[in-house]
């Protein structure tokens, strides 16, 4: 069956730009995460869904990440006025028994910001 | 604050040797630890998920271990191959956090 898909799979953009990254789960899964891979910091945790509810925002380097999710299941995130330091590799998984299922992830959007 | 620890960081062995890759958190608290595989440029794939009650999961030439009140979990592969060449990651799910927490890997060579 389908997995995670992302999109874009690469997005080049300059510094100050918004960009906006898309999460398609697996189909019937209800929890959705976010999360960061980057050279120097590894992978972090940025944000959970259950449903189209996010609990705790508190993952997100800062104000200028957004990200929502409608009909419980497409997921965007959103860099408001990218930086440098934004460039990475931003994951999406998603889970189909919620916080301490198995987790699945999608392929990755490349971000660089230049 | 969750930390996990990989070693060794980097691992390169000729095929056919078995090999252990160790993982070790500092909160016992956990509900679940999950290893992955990440090949150059892709996602992760999910090898093995252990249950906070468990002691280990088996799937094929894999097997993972986990002993709470230590802080440690093992990946033992079995005759290994060029193919497992990836690199691994683990992965813990503590009540206080809604994501997983990573190590930082280790990247497995295997020399045919």
């Known amino acids: 069956g389908a997995g995670v898909s992302q999109s874009p799979s690469n997005k080049v953009t300059e510094k100050g730009k918004d960009v906006e990254l898309r999460c398609d789960p697996i189909?019937?899964?209800?929890?959705l995460y976010w999360y960061r891979q980057s050279l120097g910091q590894g992978l972090e945790f940025l944000i959970y869904f259950q449903g189209n509810s996010a609990p705790d925002k508190s993952g997100l380097p800062s104000d200028r990440f957004s990200a929502e999710r409608t009909g419980g299941s497409v997921s965007t995130l959103t860099i408001q006025r990218t930086q440098q330091e934004d460039s990475a590799v931003y994951l999406c998984?998603?889970?189909?028994?919620?916080?301490?299922?198995?987790?699945?992830f999608g392929p990755g959007t490349r971000l660089t910001v230049t | 604050k969750q930390e996990v620890t990989q070693i060794p960081a980097a691992l390169s062995v000729p095929e056919g040797e078995n090999l252990v890759l160790n993982c070790s958190f500092t909160d016992s608290a956990i509900y679940n630890l999950q290893w992955f595989r990440q090949d150059p440029g892709k996602g992760l794939t999910s090898l093995l998920l252990?249950?906070?009650?468990?002691r280990e999961q088996t799937s094929g030439r894999l097997n993972a271990s986990l002993d709470k009140s230590s802080g440690r979990s093992t990946l033992y592969i079995a005759a290994s191959q060029p193919g497992d060449s990836a690199t691994y990651l683990c992965a813990s799910k503590g009540g206080g956090a809604d994501g997983l927490t990573f190590g930082k890997g280790t990247h497995l060579i295997i020399q045919p």
């Open positions: 252990i249950q906070s009650s468990q």
């Open positions: 998984a998603s889970s189909l028994l919620g916080l301490n299922g198995v987790q699945y």
């Open positions: 189909s019937g899964h209800t929890a």
